[in-house]
């Protein structure tokens, strides 16, 4: 493998910015400093650039079967559209169905990832809970890499686990030093309310909203922080949309609780007006949680300020409008859930976090890079920039605008939910593992020289 040089750029780290050159070897960082005096087969001039660590996202469902249907990218054009997107790895969820075995589906999953183009590791999600569920949770954390396991409070009667199976997950974790996940929405509160609305005639796709309100949410992160507190392990809120969550999270952190919270964009960024677009198009961002009203945005913004969430992820899901989410033009309980993010991440968070002063760019490195690496065990292999790390690097151009569009992303799918939102900045170039993956917007990739990375909790 070529060596590679990166000279004249500002290296963006969680607490500083320095101006030091990169020299890449073997696919490492083999040399960080001013002025450096090496030779290498490619030079790149980031002057006038930052430097920032390749991406990661630890939330993503790249092939995943769902609501009937299967999650439009696979490992591949997943994969990719990260990379242009500048983020070089990704922790994607294992589903197993309820009853299934872990290691059944985790070999399910393995075969899946073989077409990956970045770097990747699971988290596995636990459906249900038994004797075999807590044995093949100590196979995960012990021989496999994956420390992470989701528990989804919500999607009654499919993949939702009750109180008794939570505490059983949660002293299991503690057994093994692993972190439950959880996707916090009341289930019992959501069917009760799609019933109630679905019987009063009330199909379309802004009544999946009107069904999950955010006290639901608020309900069940309380009650998972509860639940952790009494069993004294930490925890981790996935995909946060809204206030109530969120103060949950911060009085819980006040009270010395180890609990981290992950938010995305779409919950950053948009508001339920969308539900209102006509020709079913509202469909498109029909996701859980939902979409909230004005103001909830706000909360999380500043939680991240704050640090009290640590991590944005995309929850990147997508399924076509055509084809898929159709299938409840009559039922919006039957669109399947979910929409796609994984390439724009970055962007947004510069354009409308950075460029907008909600953030600076050491805290977008954090919430995007570094703080996931150290949460999920890749720390410092990913999310830094440190001799002896992966060259995982993305040279960020501060200006020029954009415009995203489903007429122009990689994720393979038919809509995009920030379809027209303007950019400024983006990734001029995206090095993983030492090696050019997109310059200028064109994709280099190469299918199935995405690695596994396996994980070992530390915080
Ligand atoms: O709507 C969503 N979020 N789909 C993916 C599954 C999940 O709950 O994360
Ligand atoms: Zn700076
Ligand atoms: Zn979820
Ligand atoms: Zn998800």
Same mark, same amino acid.
């Not at 999953?109 to 990956?116: E, G, Y």
């Not at 019987?199 to 309900?219: D, F, I, M, N, T």
């Not at 339920?272 to 913004?301: C, N, Q, T």
């Given at each position: 493998?070529?060596? *590679?040089?990166?000279?004249?750029?500002?290296?963006?780290?969680?607490?500083?910015?320095?101006?030091?050159?990169?020299?890449?070897?073997?696919?490492?960082?083999?040399?960080?400093?001013?002025?450096?005096?090496?030779?290498?087969?490619?030079?790149?001039?980031?002057?006038?650039?930052?430097?920032?660590?390749?991406?990661?996202?630890?939330?993503?469902?790249?092939?995943?079967?769902?609501?009937?249907?299967?999650?439009?990218?696979?490992?591949?054009?997943?994969?990719?559209?990260?990379?242009?997107?500048?983020?070089?790895?990704?922790?994607?969820?294992?589903?197993?169905?309820?009853?299934?075995?872990?290691?059944?589906? *985790?070999?399910?999953?393995?075969?899946? $990832?073989?077409?990956?183009?970045?770097?990747?590791?699971?988290?596995?999600?636990?459906?249900?809970?038994?004797?075999?569920?807590?044995?093949?949770?100590?196979?995960?954390?012990?021989?496999?890499?994956?420390?992470?396991?989701?528990?989804?409070?919500?999607?009654?009667?499919?993949?939702?686990?009750?109180?008794?199976?939570?505490?059983?997950?949660?002293?299991?974790? !503690?057994?093994?030093?692993?972190?439950?996940?959880?996707?916090?929405?009341?289930?019992?509160?959501? $069917?009760?309310?799609?019933?109630?609305?679905? $019987?009063?005639?009330?199909?379309?796709?802004?009544?999946? $909203? *009107?069904?999950?309100?955010?006290?639901?949410?608020?309900?069940?992160?309380?009650?998972?922080?509860? *639940?952790?507190?009494?069993?004294?392990?930490?925890?981790?809120?996935?995909?946060?949309?809204?206030?109530?969550?969120? !103060?949950?999270?911060?009085?819980?952190?006040?009270?010395?609780?180890?609990?981290?919270?992950?938010?995305?964009?779409?919950?950053?960024?948009?508001?339920?007006?969308?539900?209102?677009?006509?020709?079913?198009?509202?469909?498109?961002?029909?996701?859980?949680?939902?979409? !909230?009203?004005?103001?909830?945005?706000?909360?999380?913004?500043?939680?991240?300020?704050?640090?009290?969430?640590?991590?944005?992820?995309?929850?990147?899901?997508?399924?076509?409008?055509?084809?898929?989410?159709?299938?409840?033009?009559?039922?919006?309980?039957?669109?399947?859930?979910?929409?796609?993010?994984?390439?724009?991440?970055?962007?947004?968070?510069?354009?409308?976090?950075?460029?907008?002063?909600?953030?600076?760019?050491?805290?977008?490195?954090?919430?995007?890079?570094?703080?996931?690496?150290?949460?999920?065990?890749?720390?410092?292999?990913?999310?830094?920039?440190?001799?002896?790390?992966?060259?995982?690097?993305?040279?960020?151009?501060?200006?020029?605008?954009?415009?995203?569009?489903?007429?122009?992303?990689?994720?393979?799918?038919?809509?995009?939910?920030?379809?027209?939102?303007?950019?400024?900045?983006?990734?001029?170039?995206?090095?993983?593992?030492?090696?050019?993956?997109?310059?200028?917007?064109?994709?280099?990739?190469?299918?199935?020289?995405?690695?596994?990375?396996?994980?070992?909790?530390?915080?």
């Amino acid at each position: 493998m070529g060596s *590679l040089l990166i000279k004249n750029g500002e290296i963006v780290s969680p607490l500083d910015c320095t101006f030091q050159d990169i020299y890449i070897e073997d696919g490492k960082i083999a040399a960080l400093g001013k002025d450096l005096d090496v030779s290498a087969d490619r030079v790149l001039d980031a002057a006038g650039q930052y430097v920032l660590p390749g991406g990661i996202d630890v939330h993503t469902h790249l092939d995943m079967p769902f609501m009937g249907e299967v999650s439009a990218d696979d490992f591949e054009s997943g994969t990719a559209a990260a990379m242009a997107g500048g983020t070089t790895s990704i922790i994607d969820y294992i589903v197993p169905g309820k009853g299934q075995s872990l290691l059944e589906a *985790l070999a399910t999953w393995k075969s899946k $990832a073989k077409t990956a183009v970045a770097d990747y590791g699971f988290h596995m999600a636990v459906t249900w809970y038994s004797d075999q569920v807590a044995r093949e949770m100590a196979v995960c954390v012990r021989e496999e890499g994956i420390p992470s396991f989701k528990a989804f409070l919500a999607y009654k009667d499919a993949i939702m686990v009750n109180d008794e199976e939570l505490v059983g997950l949660l002293k299991c974790s !503690r057994e093994l030093n692993a972190l439950i996940m959880a996707h916090c929405e009341n289930g019992e509160i959501v $069917a009760e309310l799609q019933e109630k609305l679905f $019987a009063e005639g009330k199909v379309e796709p802004k009544y999946h $909203a *009107l069904s999950r309100p955010s006290y639901a949410e608020g309900e069940s992160a309380f009650r998972l922080a509860s *639940l952790a507190r009494a069993i004294g392990v930490p925890a981790y809120f996935v995909h946060m949309s809204c206030a109530e969550s969120t !103060r949950v999270l911060v009085e819980a952190r006040a009270q010395g609780m180890d609990i981290y919270g992950e938010t995305c964009p779409q919950y950053l960024l948009l508001d339920d007006s969308v539900y209102d677009k006509p020709d079913f198009l509202g469909a498109a961002y029909v996701m859980s949680p939902p979409i !909230r009203p004005k103001g909830h945005a706000e909360s999380l913004w500043g939680a991240i300020r704050a640090g009290q969430i640590q991590v944005v992820g995309t929850d990147h899901c997508p399924f076509n409008l055509k084809g898929q989410k159709e299938l409840g033009r009559d039922d919006f309980r039957k669109i399947p859930n979910g929409a796609a993010g994984i390439e724009d991440r970055l962007k947004l968070l510069y354009t409308y976090g950075v460029m907008k002063g909600r953030i600076t760019i050491n805290q977008m490195v954090a919430i995007t890079s570094t703080n996931p690496a150290k949460i999920f065990g890749m720390y410092p292999q990913k999310g830094s920039i440190t001799v002896g790390a992966d060259a995982d690097l993305v040279i960020w151009q501060p200006d020029g605008e954009g415009t995203i569009s489903a007429m122009t992303h990689y994720h393979r799918v038919d809509t995009s939910i920030f379809e027209g939102y303007r950019t400024v900045g983006a990734p001029a170039v995206v090095i993983a593992n030492g090696r050019v993956q997109c310059e200028d917007g064109k994709l280099m990739v190469e299918p199935g020289a995405g690695r596994f990375i396996p994980r070992k909790l530390t915080v």
